[in-house]
């Protein structure tokens, strides 16, 4: 049964609003502010792009672009990720928003498990040595139809029956398993055709269907005490909607990896338009296309987001943890840490 099968949607959204409330509030009168968190999205799935294999698109699985195929086996190297943490700590970072995918053996659905994923255990032993290097931990599902091959057999199941379930116990377990996140980042990110065009089958929610979906990821996530997170796209097309019907409790990550920051660029208007609307917001930075964008994405958001909404920053450099990426996630770590260090 769906959680709004048991609430009301007014009495559950007048709970949450209250939960979200007292998690705004200092524990004290003299209490402070969190300090804005710097964060490194590591991925430790790399299932998210398509759904077809290499040889499916005509090529090697040698020469595949690696952010456009589907691999049944885990792509995230134990070298990469130990010398990406240590960078990461050593760089000022302190949160690690970890994208877990199919890269974790779940008990409630292991049968999503890519080969050699990650057992429970060796999951928290990493939640822990990580807290131990002052990096807080952070878990990523992405829900967004375009970017969710991860949930194998589910991914064609999205607005069933047993793609809520599903994804409830996914969420139920991975929140339990990091004892009740501050944040949970849903993804939520380029539900377009355009971006499924190396997929079999193209999902895409809209309208009443997309909220319905939206409020039932946000609704259950916060009800566990965690405070949702997504990646705030959706609004460039549809921010008269989004705007006023997104809760206020979402800390929305905008992104642009450009270097012009002109306020005629979808990308860049959108940090505007969250701060006119009221948003918590954690800017997204990334050396994907201009290393200039890190330290340019921390000069713009200083400049047009108020310091009581700018909770932090993320970076962003949408390669697979392997060895054969490594420089080129140092370089982007390298900025970001320097960015974080001018900032202070």
Not at 5 to 31: C, H
Not at 277 to 302: K, L, V
Request: aromatic share 14%; proline share 6%; glycine share 6%.
């Amino acid at each position: 049964m769906m959680l709004a099968d048991k609430l009301t949607r007014r009495d559950f959204l007048a709970g949450a609003a209250g939960a979200a409330a007292a998690y705004a509030q200092p524990l004290n009168a003299e209490a402070k502010p969190p300090k804005p968190f710097y964060a490194n999205l590591i991925h430790i799935s790399y299932n998210m792009w398509a759904d077809r294999r290499p040889e499916e698109w005509g090529m090697l699985a040698k020469d595949a672009l690696p952010n456009v195929t589907y691999e049944p086996y885990l792509r995230c190297e134990d070298a990469a990720w130990n010398n990406l943490l240590k960078a990461s700590a050593d760089a000022g970072i302190n949160l690690i928003l970890m994208d877990l995918g199919d890269a974790i053996a779940y008990q409630s659905h292991p049968e999503i498990a890519v080969k050699n994923a990650w057992s429970r255990d060796r999951l928290r032993d990493e939640l822990a040595r990580m807290r131990k290097m002052g990096l807080e931990p952070i878990p990523k599902l992405n829900f967004s139809a375009a970017h969710d091959a991860w949930l194998g057999p589910y991914k064609r199941m999205v607005s069933t029956p047993t793609y809520y379930q599903v994804c409830r116990d996914l969420i139920d377990e991975v929140i339990k398993l990091y004892d009740t996140p501050r944040f949970f980042h849903l993804g939520y990110d380029e539900e377009t055709a355009g971006n499924q065009a190396g997929d079999d089958l193209v999902v895409v929610r809209q309208h009443e269907l997309w909220w319905h979906d939206f409020n039932f990821f946000i609704d259950h996530v916060t009800s566990l005490g965690s405070r949702p997170w997504i990646w705030s796209d959706y609004a460039w097309k549809h921010g008269k909607e989004f705007y006023p019907r997104c809760p206020k409790s979402v800390l929305q990550s905008n992104w642009y990896y450009g270097t012009t920051f002109r306020h005629n660029e979808r990308g860049a208007e959108a940090y505007i338009e969250l701060e006119q609307a009221g948003f918590d917001q954690a800017p997204t930075c990334s050396n994907w296309e201009h290393m200039e964008n890190i330290q340019e994405t921390f000069d713009f958001a200083a400049a047009n987001i108020a310091p009581s909404r700018l909770k932090g920053f993320v970076l962003a450099s949408w390669k697979p943890t392997l060895a054969k990426f490594q420089d080129y996630h140092l370089e982007g770590i390298k900025a970001f840490g320097e960015a974080t260090k001018r900032r202070k």
